[in-house]
């Protein structure tokens, strides 16, 4: 079955860097884009990033542009998020995202960015 595990988050000070990574299974990883959402406390999910299947085109939200890098590896079946300059609104949960006609979702990773 389809399977999704973020990992990398934790606690960086503001202005710090972070690379959250999501390992997925069960589908044929190079033929999907794959996206990174977060969902802050008491907000709703958002969308951060969006990687094509190649990983030769990514978009991003306008608050993490010029911020956050987008990239995969395919031979890994890994997709990565690398963070920098954080700020305190930052802090959130990321999930990776792959749409198959539905939405799968890993399990998320926190995000705190705080001094």
């Known amino acids: 079955q389809v399977q999704l595990v973020e990992s990398g988050g934790e606690l960086v000070q503001p202005g710090g860097s972070l690379r959250l990574s999501c390992l997925a299974s069960?589908?044929?990883?190079?033929?999907?884009?794959m996206r990174w959402y977060r969902q802050a406390a008491g907000k709703e999910r958002e969308l951060v990033a969006s990687?094509?299947?190649?990983?030769?085109?990514?978009d991003y939200a306008e608050s993490v542009k010029g911020r956050f890098t987008g990239s995969r590896n395919n031979a890994k079946n890994t997709m990565y998020l690398q963070m920098n300059s954080l700020k305190p609104e930052d802090t959130a949960v990321y999930y990776c995202?792959?749409?198959?006609?539905?939405?799968?979702w890993g399990q998320g990773t926190q995000v705190t960015v705080s001094s």
């Open positions: 995202n792959v749409r198959l006609g539905v939405d799968y």
């Open positions: 069960g589908f044929c990883f190079s033929g999907y884009y």
């Open positions: 990687i094509s299947p190649a990983g030769a085109t990514t």
